[in-house]
């Protein structure tokens, strides 16, 4: 059974950091991404990482996140720092056994996560 349990989430203020992380287990996954949704908006790409360490960002979180994973302890990471209001946000863990398809988006993974709630107070 495949299992992706992200954690992490919480309060934080304006230019703080927070660090997300997501257990996956049931697979071996080829790619990661993190995927961001506000209420009455469609989910949005962040970020991505492939089983090689190769990394893509949205342009809104360039040079603040840093995506990483720990392939021995099956872990996904997002490092998330000068967080912003704007970034307030159920952040979903996602992942891919393929090899193809565009890391940005949502239908080029097959498993998720549940979410966890991000909260920027300025």
């Known amino acids: 059974q495949v299992q992706l349990v992200e954690s992490g989430g919480g309060l934080v203020q304006a230019g703080g950091s927070l660090r997300l992380s997501c257990l996956a287990s049931?697979?071996?996954?080829?790619?990661y991404g993190w995927f961001r949704q506000t209420p009455g908006k469609e989910r949005e790409f962040v970020a991505a990482?492939?089983?090689?360490?190769?990394?893509t960002y949205a342009d809104s979180v360039q040079g603040r996140f840093t995506i990483s994973r720990d392939n021995a302890k099956n872990t996904l990471y997002l490092q998330m720092n000068s967080l912003k209001p704007e970034d307030t946000a159920v952040y979903y863990c996602?992942?891919?056994?393929?090899?193809?398809?565009?890391?940005?988006?949502?239908?080029?993974?097959?498993?998720w996560g549940q979410g966890t709630q991000v909260t920027v107070s300025s």
């Open positions: 049931g697979r071996t996954f080829s790619r």
């Open positions: 990482i492939s089983r090689n360490g190769g990394n």
């Open positions: 996602a992942a891919t056994t393929r090899v193809l398809g565009t890391v940005t988006v949502m239908g080029t993974y097959e498993y």
